[in-house]
Structures are given as structure tokens and as C-alpha cells.
């Protein structure tokens, strides 16, 4: 059976980060994938030889369209919010995405929901992960426009924390890793393992997360130091399937249990009662 898979971000490129496997792996298996980004992502960080070229929103949004297709994504679209900036350093632009009505922002998506007949969506865990302002604004968002729709699964977009840290300390001894990435920063951030629910296996879909992350070339830029997303991309092969090769999420109201399941689809499998 077939199922819609609605994945709702923040900004282009938290889709490669993030959920990128995932995706391409239910677009492969037939089911119908589509992608909802809250803003353009203009408040990111590039190099001034980006910049140059035009509008950073223009350049985003066409970066998207590009790793939607290496996903397989059969539908895109932005709501149409401005980017919020980080915590530190605000954006201050009109309508900004971190401070729309939670209820106007959920109609909108709703609405994308309902015209999809989504059986999923994708949002992120209650701390936006790293505590990036939209990204909280994210899941606010998402956990009400799915109560309006009456989308029955919602998994949040995370990542195994301590597993994120052991990795951290691995990657930490190659040259050139920027001091963002130090483990200590990530002691509050994403999800404990105990509180998981699903740990799905994407290694078969590296080539097609490579490619969606190296869609985003904006945000692989700077004028200064290394962009995470610049070292992520020069990892090679065998070691992006290990880093990268599996994405989390947690079941909106399922209790943790193991083994983790690896099916974002379990919910409605298990399901006597929905129609075929």
C-alpha cells in the first residue's frame, strides 16, 4: 500500500540534514513524498561571491528544487514566511517565521495536508534540535496543523544525541573540523536515545543524500573558516553511509520501545481499521 509522507522544514537544506534518506527511500518504495519549507532561507550564511550573484532567497529556493528531485520529492512548496535568523543574531525581518501566529502558520499547512490526504508528517523534537528559533517554530507549527487536519502519524525529525557525540569526537580528530562541532555543544541538543522511537536505515540512499545535501552549495560557502555542511560532503563514501546512513525520529504519542522500528509507516500498518 501507498502512503503520502508531508515533511515540513524551516529553511532549504535542513531537508538533507535532517530527513533526506528518509524521503528518498519512501519515494523509492512508491510512496507519494512531499516537501513544505516555512521560508527561503535568506537570513543564511554564504560567501560573498554567492551574494554577488543575486538574492540568497532566490538561490535557496532553487537549491531545494534540486535536492527535491535527487529525493524524488513529488511535490514542493514554501510557505511563505521569512526567514527568523539564529537566536544570537536575529533577522529582525517582517514576518518572520519564529514569531507567526502558531494557528495562521498551521492553517497553512493544513491546508497542503488535507490536500495531500497526508498519512504522514515529518516536523522536529520540541527543542528544534540545536534551539534554532524557526525550528522550534516548526514543530509548534506542525503538532497543531496536523491536529487540524487530522493527519494520523506525526514523527519528529531528530537525532540520537549520544550517538551524535561519539561521532563528534571521531570526526573531531580530522584536520580542519570547526569548533561548532565540538561534542560539548550538543549536551542538551536533539533527543536522548532512551526517548527514540524509530531509527531508520537510509545507507542504500547515500548517493541520493549526497547529492541533495551538495544541492545546497550556498550553504557550503564562507568567506571564513568551515561551513558543516562543507564537511560533511568531503567525507568519503564509506564513511557518509556510517555517519550518515541512519536518521531519527520519535512518534508523536507512541512510547518508546526496542528495537527501534526502521518503518516511518508502522503506525499505519498496524492499523486494523484503516481502509485499504
Do not use: N
Not at 516537501?35 to 532566490?58: D, F, M, N, R, S
Not at 514554501?78 to 494557528?103: I, Q, R, V
Amino acid at each position: 500500500m501507498s502512503y503520502t509522507l508531508v515533511s515540513f522544514h524551516a529553511h532549504p537544506d535542513d531537508e538533507a540534514l535532517l530527513t533526506a534518506g528518509t524521503l528518498a527511500r519512501a519515494a523509492a518504495a512508491g510512496h507519494r513524498v512531499v516537501l513544505v519549507v516555512a521560508t527561503c532561507g535568506e537570513a543564511g550564511l554564504a560567501a560573498t561571491e554567492i551574494l554577488a550573484e543575486g538574492p540568497l532567497a532566490k538561490r535557496r529556493s532553487a537549491e531545494l528544487e534540486r535536492s527535491g528531485q535527487a529525493l524524488g520529492c513529488a511535490r514542493i512548496e514554501f510557505l511563505g514566511y521569512a526567514d527568523s535568523g539564529m537566536a544570537d543574531a536575529p533577522s529582525g525581518a517582517e514576518g518572520a517565521f519564529a514569531h507567526a501566529d502558531t494557528d495562521e502558520a498551521a492553517r497553512r499547512l493544513a491546508r497542503i495536508l488535507r490536500e495531500e490526504e497526508a498519512d504522514v508528517l515529518t516536523i522536529y523534537d520540541p527543542a528544534g534540535g540545536y534551539g534554532h528559533p524557526d525550528h522550534i517554530q516548526v514543530h509548534d507549527v506542525g503538532l497543531r496543523a496536523a491536529q487540524l487536519a487530522g493527519t494520523p502519524v506525526v514523527l519528529e525529525a531528530t537525532v540520537d544525541r549520544g550517538l551524535l557525540q561519539r561521532a563528534l569526537r571521531l570526526v573531531g580528530r580530522l584536520p580542519g573540523i570547526p569548533a561548532d562541532l565540538a561534542p560539548d555543544r550538543f549536551a542538551a541538543a536533539y533527543t536522548a536515545s532512551q526517548d527514540l522511537t524509530h531509527r531508520v536505515d537510509v545507507r542504500a540512499f547515500a548517493r541520493q543524500k549526497r547529492a541533495a545535501m551538495a544541492a545546497h552549495a550556498s550553504q557550503a560557502s564562507a568567506d571564513a573558516g568551515v561551513r558543516t555542511l562543507a564537511v560533511l560532503l568531503r567525507l568519503p563514501g564509506p564513511i557518509f553511509r556510517r555517519v550518515l546512513g541512519r536518521e531519527w525520529f520519535v512518534e508523536h504519542g507512541r512510547t518508546p520501545a526496542r528495537p527501534l522500528l526502521d518503518d516511518i509507516f508502522a503506525s499505519l500498518d498496524a492499523d486494523p481499521v484503516r481502509p485499504a
